[in-house]
């Protein structure tokens, strides 16, 4: 266990998430976007890319299954919110992805719980990048308030992913498992 904790790609995990209260501190109250919140954004959301790498090279650790979806969520929830909180996103569509993230985790866990490892569909994949674009053109100075239309029409398309994503995991959890005959022999 030790030795999980100790990895390069959980390295870069444990980082996104101590740095991700950095990028809400500078998400502005006015709504302008700013370049030093889109720029930690960017690097934050592109340092998930950079820990798969590492995992996927040197082998994926149970820590890291755990931490990686954690930090997606903690930056992707902790921006939504502040954005919220400062009324720059409707808090509709960020209560649906807040819902949903909180549900399947709790999946997770109690899947985790019976030793069942619960991966992130590639639909949940696209749904979390589309999340990232959403709050990073919400961010950008560019099209923080000249184009709101393209980071409300990106939300409500993380929204949309969101819901069947979600929906896709609450369905394989609901069908039938196979019975493992080998394992049900007494």
Same mark, same amino acid.
């Given at each position: 266990?030790?030795?999980?904790?100790?990895?390069?790609?959980?390295?870069?995990?444990?980082?996104?998430?101590?740095?991700?209260?950095?990028?809400?501190?500078?998400?502005?109250?006015?709504?302008?976007?700013?370049?030093?919140?889109?720029?930690?954004?960017?690097?934050?959301?592109?340092?998930?890319?950079?820990?798969?790498?590492?995992?996927?090279?040197?082998?994926?650790?149970?820590?890291?299954?755990?931490?990686?979806?954690?930090?997606?969520?903690?930056? %992707?929830?902790? !921006?939504? /919110?502040? *954005?919220? @909180?400062? +009324?720059?996103? =409707?808090?509709?569509? &960020?209560?649906?992805?807040?819902?949903?993230?909180?549900?399947?985790?709790?999946?997770?866990?109690?899947?985790?719980?019976?030793?069942?490892?619960?991966?992130?569909?590639?639909?949940?994949?696209?749904?979390?990048?589309?999340?990232?674009?959403? %709050?990073?053109? !919400?961010? /950008?100075? *560019?099209? @923080?308030? +000249?184009?709101? =239309?393209?980071?409300? &029409?990106?939300?409500?398309?993380?929204?949309?992913?969101?819901?069947?994503?979600?929906?896709?995991?609450?369905?394989?959890?609901?069908?039938?498992?196979?019975?493992?005959?080998?394992?049900?022999?007494?």
């Amino acid at each position: 266990m030790v030795e999980s904790l100790n990895s390069w790609a959980n390295g870069v995990t444990a980082m996104r998430i101590l740095l991700a209260p950095l990028v809400f501190l500078a998400i502005p109250e006015d709504g302008t976007g700013s370049w030093w919140a889109f720029l930690l954004w960017f690097v934050l959301c592109s340092s998930d890319g950079v820990d798969g790498y590492i995992a996927r090279r040197r082998g994926p650790t149970a820590v890291g299954a755990f931490l990686d979806p954690l930090a997606d969520k903690v930056l %992707v929830l902790g !921006a939504m /919110f502040t *954005l919220v @909180a400062h +009324d720059i996103f =409707w808090w509709v569509p &960020v209560a649906i992805i807040a819902g949903r993230e909180v549900t399947i985790s709790a999946y997770r866990i109690i899947k985790s719980g019976r030793g069942v490892s619960v991966p992130a569909s590639r639909l949940g994949k696209y749904k979390t990048v589309v999340q990232q674009f959403a %709050v990073a053109f !919400a961010l /950008f100075p *560019l099209t @923080a308030l +000249d184009a709101t =239309w393209s980071w409300q &029409v990106l939300l409500w398309i993380a929204v949309i992913l969101t819901v069947v994503s979600g929906a896709q995991y609450l369905w394989h959890a609901m069908k039938p498992q196979p019975i493992d005959m080998a394992s049900s022999v007494s």
